[in-house]
């Protein structure tokens, strides 16, 4: 069995940084690529940001580009996003995710392996 353990969300204000980390545990697998994920309260979960695992290529939401990095360890298994000059738009809950398979990074069914989410909030 595979877990996935966010950590770092917290209260920011705007402008201000947050990293986030997300490491997997248990069964070991190659995966494909690990993504972080969020949502809004009353809106759909939204790709943010991807990383192939084997090449470390990054892929970007619009919304985030040139705001946010991701980088993974691949000995550690893990993956963090370094979330700078944060907006309150940004607000939402933060999911780690992984696969092993094929599709699309950038949408969320892509991924079996989800972590429980961490909270991110941004004042104004």
């Known amino acids: 069995q595979v877990q996935l353990v966010e950590s770092g969300g917290g209260l920011v204000q705007a402008g201000g940084s947050l990293r986030l980390s997300c490491a997997a545990s248990?069964?070991?697998?190659?995966?494909?690529?690990m993504a972080w994920f969020r949502q809004a309260p009353g809106k759909e979960r939204e790709f943010v940001a991807a990383?192939?695992?084997?090449?470390?290529?990054?892929y970007y939401a619009d919304s985030v580009k040139g705001r946010f990095s991701i980088s993974r360890d691949t000995a550690k298994n893990t993956v963090s996003l370094q979330m700078n000059s944060l907006k309150p738009e940004d607000t939402a809950v933060y999911y780690c995710a992984a696969t092993y398979g094929y599709g699309s990074v950038y949408v969320k069914e892509s991924y079996k392996y989800w972590g429980q989410g961490t909270q991110v909030t941004v004042s104004s």
């Open positions: 248990g069964r070991t697998l190659i995966w494909r690529a």
């Open positions: 990383i192939g695992w084997s090449g470390g290529v990054p």
